[in-house]
């Protein structure tokens, strides 16, 4: 039997852009994939729409990562992965 570990990821920023939420995290321990799956605290499962890449690597704060989710997400919600 093979435990995993779920992460609890805090959304500090929020863009919304149509139906999406492009959301800023704290840097999990494992990669985000476009296609993996975050839990909201609710335990709605939402999936990872993409995960946008900069030229600049100061578009986002040190320890931080970006992901696109299909979802409108709030600032402080919390998410599993």
Known sequence: ???F????????D???????SVVTISKP?????????IQLATGQRLKVAGVPL???????PVGKIDI?????????DV???
């Open 5 to 12: 570990q779920v992460e609890k990821l805090i959304v500090s």
């Open 79 to 81: 998410l599993y992965y």
């Open 1 to 3: 039997m093979v435990a």
């Open 54 to 60: 900069y030229d600049n690597p100061k578009s986002v």
């Open 14 to 20: 929020v863009i919304r852009y149509r139906n999406q």
């Open 68 to 76: 696109v989710l299909d979802a409108k997400i709030n600032i402080n």
């Open 29 to 37: 321990h494992k990669p985000i994939w476009t296609g993996d799956y």
